[in-house]
């Protein structure tokens, strides 16, 4: 796992996050998400300088189009915005992620109304 994933993955192992589970490298039909938010159907990926040729961004964009035709969301963030902005990553995942659901009330007792 590059730098930048470990140091995101120790973050949101650290934290809840609106009460959401995040898997690290999880599959997704052939390809396997750097981070991934099954519940709430959240992928998170980690691009560092290799996601910068041409051949990557189309693999990337493939991949994109695979996860969204599937109900995914894909958020993508940098390796320098991890190193240099990893709260603002974290605000940024969080604002993805649809808010917990409320727990509903335990019902009355026997004899209450």
């Known amino acids: ?3 930048s994933e470990a140091l995101l993955w120790s973050y949101i192992r650290k934290r809840a996050l609106k009460g959401a589970r995040f898997r690290r490298q999880h599959p997704i039909g052939p390809y ?3 981070f991934a938010c099954v519940a709430a159907k959240l992928v998170v990926e980690v691009d560092g300088y290799t996601h910068w040729t041409q051949e990557q961004l189309d693999h990337d964009a ?5 996860l969204k035709e599937r109900g995914w969301s894909v958020l993508r963030v940098t390796s ?3 190193y240099d902005n990893l709260s603002g990553v974290w605000e940024t995942i969080a604002a993805y992620l ?3 659901a409320a727990s509903q ?3 009355p007792l026997a004899g209450e109304e």
């Open 1 to 3: 796992m590059p730098r």
């Open 32 to 34: 396997i998400a750097d």
């Open 62 to 66: 493939r991949r994109t189009e695979y």
């Open 80 to 82: 320098a915005d991890v």
């Open 98 to 100: 649809p808010p917990p």
């Open 105 to 107: 009330p335990p019902p």
